[in-house]
């Protein structure tokens, strides 16, 4: 690498140590830092590395005007390599296409397919460096693909480099990434780097420039460049103002003096973009007129070849703003007229317009129909609400912030949803768009962790539209997931009281049915749970509806139907939207309850990622609670404590009484797989009130097996047996034949000896129970246990091999010891070294990749599946292999089926008892 800059030699060493050629995973360094602190010339510092290495590079560079454009930041980002997009397979390379303006269409790609289109040319372009500057400038659509591609990175050959201001968000790359802070010289580097100036200042003149900037590389070169401590004051150096406030006086104040051709030049190349840069170069003098000479003597410009630039943002931040509006007017009028780029074009209208103007305004709404259409919807809401802004028609205003709010919402900034619908309820007097509007805010506040202000204004907003059936249709059905979610009993009363107001008979029984299967699933089971198939079978093709139905099914636990319509719409749920929808993490509970806990584990990861990105707490706890409780189910009780202690600190327990409950269960089973039964006691026991009330009334009754074994432990039977009674009484005739069975299990571990086995046996009469593995091997292994001690070997064996057989299959390792110490006081020896599952010991992406590579299917079709590069899939698999015990890829579907021929199957994937004689 070339010399490092003055006073950065460690940040210098810490890149270049990322752009090591015989690297073989992804880097990925943020790069923080003031204005001036050299982000940017420790970014050019890396390019010139990795292409003298030989490696390519893309980079593009934020800017301020450019963040309303929908993956402009993207666009330039891959511009050098669009030709290679043909080489993408056909659904990657259409939605790419697509969200960079190549090609249009109706329907906005899928946010997650984008993403993989951009990790598969990634991949294909390795070794790679990848520079992103000033990304506190970078639209929201491409920032989501470039967090979505980090996040999958992994073996790649590829260094992400980013530059953003101190304190600057940065959706979705703010947390999990290693940040380098530029912080300020010390006053070493500090004078050495003035002794490399042109001409360095001395005495008092350096002792002050020295105070003035503070260790900022910018300041201290521009400072001497510009003589400050010559001036006495008023030279916009003046020490109440912030430094880069300073540093923007001193460009503005140097080109104040310039010939009125430079100005108007400068001014012109300031407007514009840097993706403008072609058409604002029709309209500037070339690079080799005299007209640049004297921006380039004041230190304002730099030539690079035939293209002439900004030496710094300040220096572009700096011209624009000390022009005069109609200098900035005009240099925007020049640059719409320029422009064969519609978007940029009604953008520099935008900028030069100052009263309504429909023609403007008409612009701008296409621009968000495009933004729309290409997944941009921050791009499309902030053209929405600048169309609205020039709209002449109060109407039309209102109309266009309403859409705007809308959009809004995919990008979770509640405060801009909550501003735009403000501005509504100012700008109109219609109720059904005010509604709307407030409607988009109540629907985000959902995910959030205020859930009694979301639901009193969802259900304000369903009394406000009482005769638009749609509209108290979306606001009641939101309602009822937040109802779920804080578990408050009065606000299921509320929504039983709207519920007949509806003027729509057709709509109301609609409706009914899903607010009473979220707000009341006992209640409601009985009737709704025969309905469900017929419902199902009419939704085909309807995906939102197949989604919402299979929430439902989850509900009433219906589990293989749950299952089954999620899988149906949407090939294994990949999520199409931008947030998670309302109750999004039901399809990994259903996952997790029919055992596929890799799958389970694979969504509350998306989740999480998703929610954390857009900020939304409630979102992302539910996910870090799904993934608690498989790791809990796994034995890895240290890693399911931080992620269940970590959803508790994401809500207000009391306004989200199902993540209480929820982590309590997780807690719990951690302690059960530590062998700590005092605390799961406790844990389970949390998930009732002290006089034996559920804390939520789904989610509490789903620990009642595992608090009467805990108690059977502690000797806390009595008062365990009285809470499982209050709770059968409590639930009536309308519990599922999951809660049946868990109360049956309950009672028969509570029970004296000589009455236990009808409730085992209860408990395990209903095939039904098949839908629920892990809690049927848990019932047959207590069953098992208990006919064992009754001296019934003979019983016990099949029913605690069973059991075990389904605990090597799901990965339970705590379960798996236990279920082995049983068979051995039985009689039966299982094989030496059965652990669980190698398979289960992956991660769950892994256990993806390996899933579908023993169906047959190559590299870049699983990338194409799993939104992976081809170059990752396989870098799994030569990593996985050793650990299956396998040399060939077509060894994997003898993993996958549990038993591998001949003597090379490992101890891990067999489950061999024998009888001890």
């Not at 539209?465 to 009993?489: F, I, K, N, Q, W």
Request: net charge neutral; hydrophobic share 45%; proline share 5%.
């Amino acid at each position: 690498m070339e010399r490092p800059t003055v006073g950065r030699e460690i940040e210098t060493a810490e890149i270049t140590r990322r752009l090591a050629t015989d690297r073989s995973r992804a880097e990925v360094l943020i790069l923080t830092g003031d204005p001036g602190t050299g982000k940017s010339a420790l970014l050019d510092l890396a390019i010139g590395h990795a292409r003298r290495q030989g490696e390519r590079v893309l980079r593009a560079v934020g800017s301020e005007s450019e963040s309303r454009l929908g993956f402009a930041g993207l666009h330039q980002l891959l511009r050098p390599v669009l030709g290679e997009l043909d080489g993408l397979p056909p659904r990657q390379r259409s939605a790419l296409r697509t969200v960079l303006g190549l090609d249009e269409t109706t329907e906005a790609p899928d946010g997650m397919l984008v993403g993989s289109a951009v990790l598969t040319l990634v991949s294909d372009l390795a070794p790679l460096l990848v520079v992103v500057d000033d990304a506190q400038w970078i639209d929201r659509a491409s920032l989501d693909v470039l967090s979505f591609v980090a996040r999958r990175l992994d073996g790649e050959p590829v260094t992400l480099l980013v530059g953003v201001r101190a304190d600057a968000p940065l959706p979705g790359l703010d947390k999990g990434y290693e940040r380098l802070e530029l912080v300020p010289l010390s006053a070493e580097a500090a004078n050495r780097l003035l002794d490399r100036q042109p001409a360095p200042p001395t005495g008092r003149a350096r002792v002050r420039i020295l105070q003035e900037a503070a260790g900022n590389p910018l300041a201290l070169i521009e400072f001497a460049r510009a003589g400050v401590a010559r001036h006495s004051g008023g030279s916009g150096v003046e020490s109440p103002l912030p430094l880069t406030d300073r540093l923007e006086r001193i460009f503005a104040e140097q080109a104040r003096f310039l010939p009125e051709p430079t100005r108007r030049s400068l001014v012109l190349l300031a407007a514009a973009d840097p993706a403008d840069a072609p058409t604002a170069s029709r309209g500037l003098p070339e690079a080799g007129d005299q007209a640049w000479v004297p921006a380039e003597r004041a230190g304002l410009v730099r030539q690079d070849g035939v293209r002439i630039s900004f030496r710094h943002p300040l220096i572009r931040s700096a011209v624009y703003h000390a022009a005069s509006f109609e200098e900035r007017r005009q240099a925007h009028l020049a640059l719409a007229a320029l422009s064969e780029e519609p978007d940029r074009r009604a953008w520099h209208l935008a900028a030069a317009t100052t009263r309504p103007d429909s023609s403007v305004s008409d612009a701008l709404r296409q621009t968000a129909d495009r933004a729309r259409r290409r997944g941009g919807y921050a791009a499309a809401a902030a053209a929405l609400e600048r169309a609205a802004e020039l709209s002449p028609r109060r109407a039309d205003r209102a109309r266009l912030l309403a859409e705007a709010a809308g959009l809004a919402v995919l990008t979770g900034q509640l405060g801009w949803v909550e501003r735009l619908a403000a501005e509504v309820r100012e700008h109109s007097d219609d109720p059904a768009l005010i509604s709307r509007a407030s409607l988009a805010a109540g629907q985000l506040m959902a995910l959030r962790r205020n859930h009694a202000a979301a639901f009193a204004s969802l259900t304000r907003i369903a009394k406000e539209a009482a005769t638009h059936s749609s509209r108290v249709m979306d606001a009641l059905a939101a309602a009822a997931v937040v109802r779920y979610y804080s578990g408050e009993e009065s606000q299921r009363q509320q929504l039983e009281t709207l519920l007949p107001a509806l003027p729509d008979p057709t709509v109301r029984d609609a409706l009914r049915a899903w607010v009473q299967a979220v707000s009341d699933p006992h209640g409601a089971g009985a009737r709704l749970t025969p309905e469900l198939p017929a419902l199902i079978a009419g939704a085909k093709g309807d995906a939102a509806l197949l989604t919402a139905l299979a929430v439902v099914a989850w509900i009433l636990d219906q589990t293989a139907l749950a299952a089954k319509t999620f899988d149906e719409a949407y090939d294994r749920w990949q999520a199409s939207g931008a947030l998670p929808d309302g109750l999004g993490s039901a399809v990994g509970w259903t996952y997790l309850e029919q055992g596929r806990w890799a799958e389970a584990r694979a969504v509350a990861a998306e989740i999480a990622a998703v929610a954390s990105a857009a900020g939304l707490d409630h979102a992302e706890a539910c996910a870090q609670v799904l993934d608690a409780t498989v790791l809990a189910l796994l034995g890895r009780a240290a890693e399911a404590r931080r992620g269940a202690e970590r959803a508790l600190a994401l809500v207000d327990p009391l306004e989200s009484r199902s993540i209480a409950a929820s982590a309590r269960r997780a807690l719990g089973l951690a302690a059960v797989a530590e062998g700590d039964y005092d605390t799961a006691y406790a844990q389970f026991r949390a998930a009732f009130t002290d006089d034996g009330e559920p804390v939520h009334y789904h989610v509490s009754y789903t620990v009642l097996a595992e608090l009467a074994a805990a108690a059977v432990r502690k000797g806390r039977q009595e008062d365990a047996a009285a809470l499982l009674e209050r709770a059968a009484r409590r639930l009536g005739t309308g519990m599922s034949a999951r809660i049946a069975a868990l109360l049956d299990r309950g009672r028969a571990l509570l029970a004296d000896p000589g009455q236990a086995e009808p409730y085992f046996q209860a408990a395990l009469a209903d095939d039904a129970g098949e839908q629920w593995p892990f809690e049927r091997a848990q019932t047959l292994l207590d069953h098992g246990e208990w006919l064992r001690r009754q001296r019934r070997i003979a019983e016990a064996r099949p029913l605690l091999t069973t059991a075990l057989e389904t605990f090597q299959r799901l990965g339970a390792r705590p379960w798996i010891e236990r279920a082995q110490s049983e068979l051995r006081a039985a009689g039966i020896e299982a094989a030496a070294g059965v652990v669980p599952g190698a398979l289960t010991e992956l991660s769950p992406q892994q256990q993806q990749i390996v899933r579908l590579a023993a169906r047959g299917l190559t590299n870049r079709e699983i990338g194409d599946r799993l939104y992976l590069s081809p170059r990752t899939v396989g870098s799994h698999l030569y990593r996985v292999f050793p650990k299956l015990g396998i040399t060939a890829r077509s060894q994997l579907r003898d993993v996958i089926e549990g038993a591998l021929p001949g003597d090379h199957a490992p101890a891990e994937v067999r489950a061999v008892l024998t009888p001890r004689a």
